[in-house]
């Protein structure tokens, strides 16, 4: 069995959210798996000296079509949050949490929470917000909610950003194969290509 496919992203992520929409059919036509990663894009630009995509002076005019643009290639339905972009340290924090408890659960609710910011234009940086949509997938929304302050919930989340920095990782979306990364939603084509291949 090959290693499983490391997705790594912001839930904040226009383009994280179309590779969300992909990547576990792509992977388990190849016969992989995918282990979702969610971490802090502002914890990557500090180390960068990076901003936000939408905050730089005429690329991020240029930005909000192409995530528009972006999503009707790949037909998946798309609407730009009223907010953004969003703090989503709870949205985070919650996948984790979840994640130790129910794997499965865990990919539900990223798919959730993805889908409420991208097409019903919901606050997901609302810790009130996460913990229905948790409790949606089948949760325990008190104990969710009481888990999201915690020491343990907040040090997980830092490990994992501490970890995609040592991998290389400076925006998102980022997918590792056996590796190699690939950064960005129009990388989807040459990760099926490497899939298919494997590697070129």
């Known amino acids: 069995m090959k290693d499983p496919i490391e997705f790594w992203f912001d839930f904040t992520s226009p383009y994280s959210y179309l590779v969300s929409e992909k990547i576990d059919d792509l992977a388990a036509k190849h016969g992989r798996k995918v282990k979702w990663k969610p971490i802090m894009l502002g914890a990557l630009f500090k180390t960068t000296g990076t901003q936000p995509l939408t905050q730089v002076p005429l690329k991020g005019?240029?930005?909000?079509?192409?995530?528009?643009?972006?999503?009707?290639?790949?037909?998946?339905?798309?609407?730009?949050?009223?907010?953004?972009?969003?703090?989503?340290?709870?949205?985070?924090?919650?996948?984790?949490?979840?994640?130790?408890?129910d794997c499965a659960m865990a990919r539900k609710y990223a798919h959730a929470a993805f889908r409420a910011a991208f097409t019903e234009d919901r606050d997901i940086s609302d810790p009130a917000v996460v913990v229905e949509l948790a409790a949606a997938q089948g949760a325990n929304g008190e104990e969710l909610a009481a888990a999201l302050g915690t020491q343990e919930v907040k040090d997980r989340l830092k490990q994992e950003c501490d970890a995609a920095l040592a991998k290389g990782m400076f925006g998102a979306p980022y997918v590792i194969i056996d590796n190699e990364p690939f950064w960005g939603a129009d990388r989807l084509p040459q990760i099926e290509k490497w899939l298919e291949t494997g590697g070129f």
Request: proline fraction near 7%; hydrophobic fraction near 40%; glycine fraction near 2%.
């Open 61 to 101: 005019d240029y930005a909000i079509r192409d995530f528009a643009r972006s999503a009707r290639f790949l037909g998946i339905p798309y609407r730009q949050p009223s907010k953004f972009p969003l703090t989503t340290l709870a949205t985070a924090r919650a996948y984790y949490w979840l994640h130790d408890r």
